[in-house]
């Protein structure tokens, strides 16, 4: 067992039952104050942890690892110093909040540098995303997308069971939880027998996704085999990739999503590390037809992991609209990766991928709006009255992410972001 994964432990840091952040997460972000400028930091609890100010003041010296590395603007120069020493500073985290650990519970000079209250501080984009790949791996959600615009008894593409299908997003747009989003403006053409126009999205959507940060480099020509891909993803954190539904119907063929997609993703601001995910192991799917050699696996390589969706009209009560889970996935993080670099194509510290809409098999665990409401056939009622085919103007979406096991909640915190109207 990893040291800082022992359900056993409680912090001296006050920490509700149902909070996402126990001692056992330990998770890695960056933030700032009016007066401190961005440094890299963990949350227990509702408390913030300073990590650059434990550093100055020695309480890493026993790691022999350059205690410059936490004052940064992101974590990727964290993430590139291996899982072994990253692994060990979450342990000695986990060791000075740990209740009965005095080393700093006691030091009220050190607490008084360290330690924020989350709503004091401002979470900053954790990572410095090179590259950035989204993929489709949802098996009901590239089902229910297939129904919906081809044929239903032939809804999956004849490559979808043999790969992962991704494309190559746009990092620039990828933004923190609670950066405000404006509507996407773009060419559609809502009536096929008339030419396209252009305007404001009408079909502006969510996607439930998870994103995986890439913490070790390969050289171009390399490739990762599905046994090794987990000693390349460092963690995970929620993402909201944001869709422009009709302007995607009109651009995407031949090339596949560009304007639709590039407008803006959401990403939570703390990266969970794959090691606090340990405990939350499931089995993956029976893949038929029987993948290539390059794309098996063995083990336990999905996550049980809760996913929810709200909306949060701007004046009105909030609305679940989905409860999923990470672990319908039918294609894993490791063939993700294996099927990424099986060409040669190199990674970096700080690329990121996403899963792709998470969907569960039932409507009310549909990961987007688009099967929610079935391309709009289907409104949401909310508690306010109005409805919703898709995201209006002035709606928050807000998701969450946890799992539970031996008694102990990890979860993502939230990945939110407000529609603001076209500029």
């Given amino acids: 067992m990893i040291k800082a994964n022992n359900p056993e432990l409680s912090s001296w840091i006050a920490v509700s039952s149902d909070s ?52 940064k603007r992101y974590i990727n120069d964290f993430m590139a110093m291996g899982k072994s020493t990253t692994r060990l500073v979450r342990n000695r985290i986990s060791e000075l909040f740990e209740k009965g650990n005095t080393e700093l519970a006691g030091n009220s000079e050190a607490l008084a540098k360290v330690l924020y209250n989350v709503k004091d501080v401002q979470l900053l984009l954790p990572v410095k995303v090179g590259d950035y790949t989204d993929f489709y791996s949802s098996r009901e959600h590239a089902t229910n997308v297939g129904t919906m615009f081809r044929d239903p008894n032939n ?32 060419q559609q053409r809502p009536d096929d027998s008339l030419p396209p126009v252009f305007g404001p999205c009408k079909l502006l959507d969510f996607e439930l996704e998870m994103a995986f940060v890439i913490g070790n480099e390969t050289q171009l020509g390399q490739n990762i085999s599905t ?41 939570s601001p703390w990266i969970v590390t794959l090691d606090a995910l340990e405990p939350f192991r499931t089995e993956g799917y029976q893949q038929d037809p029987e993948v290539l050699p390059y794309l098996k696996y063995t ?39 294996a099927h990424h670099t099986v060409n040669g194509c190199n990674v970096n510290v700080g690329d990121m991928c996403a899963s792709g ?4 098999p039932t409507p009310d665990s549909y990961g987007s709006m688009l099967e929610i409401s079935w391309k709009g056939t289907k409104p949401v009622d909310m508690p306010d009255g109005t409805q919703r085919r898709f995201i209006n103007d002035g709606d928050t979406v807000i998701m969450r992410g946890w799992g539970v096991a031996n008694g102990v909640r990890i979860g993502f915190g939230e990945c939110t972001g407000k529609l603001l109207p076209s500029v």
């Fill in 357 to 360: 809409t998470i969907s569960g």
């Fill in 20 to 71: 996402d952040f126990p001692i056992q997460n330990i998770p890695f972000g960056v933030f700032q104050t009016a007066k401190k400028s961005p440094c890299l930091a963990t949350i227990i609890g509702d408390t913030v942890i300073d990590l650059s100010e434990l550093a100055n003041q020695g309480y890493f010296s026993n790691l022999n690892i350059d205690s410059g590395v936490f004052n």
């Fill in 155 to 186: 809804a999956l593409l004849p490559n979808w069971l043999h790969l992962p299908v991704g494309y190559h997003g746009r990092a620039s747009s990828i933004v923190v939880s609670g950066t405000p989003i404006h509507r996407p403006k773009g």
């Fill in 299 to 337: 083990g336990k390589k999905n996550y049980d992991i809760n996913l929810q969706v709200v909306i949060q009209p701007e004046n009105g009560k909030s609305h679940v609209v989905c409860n999923s889970n990470f672990k319908h996935m039918y294609w894993t993080m490791t063939q993700q990766l």
């Fill in 227 to 267: 046994s090794e891909a987990e000693d390349y993803i460092f963690g995970l954190a929620l993402f909201n990739d944001w869709s422009a539904r009709d302007i995607q119907k009109w651009e995407y063929i031949p090339l596949g999503p560009f304007l639709a997609k590039s407008f803006a993703s959401t990403l």
